[in-house]
């Protein structure tokens, strides 16, 4: 897992927190996501509902931290760039294979055409 890295103060220390939002019911029932992407509706009755955040803030200053003060350990870097490295060879390979197939369906009875039609404009010349 990676951490959150404070916008604010650069400290490197959140706490998961809980935030409750009061708000008018429209409708059909809305459920509100927050940035961390975890959200839970509970209704209080007359159109009003009560919903539940889980937010991520800083200890030292209390900032709300979202998705974009995530920060990657080494460890997770690592595994990704590993990972888009696999999906690149993979990616070549595919290519690979392609100018393999070309060879064989494009390039090759090609060849062996253009053989059989300068072996009939020799064999003309010849008779
Ligand atoms: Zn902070």
Known sequence: MGYYECPRCG???SYQGTEHVLHEKRGNQITMVNEAGMAMT???????????????KCRNCGESLGQKDYRLT????????AQNAR??????????????IQMKWVVVPGIVICGIFLLIEFLKSIF
Do not use: C, N, P, Y
């Open 74 to 81: 080494e460890a997770e870097i690592a595994a990704e760039e």
């Open 87 to 100: 999906e690149r060879r993979k990616q070549q390979k595919k290519i690979f294979r392609w100018h393999e």
């Open 11 to 13: 400290s490197k220390d």
């Open 42 to 56: 509970r209704e209080t009755g007359d159109g009003t509902e009560q919903v539940e955040l889980m937010v991520v």
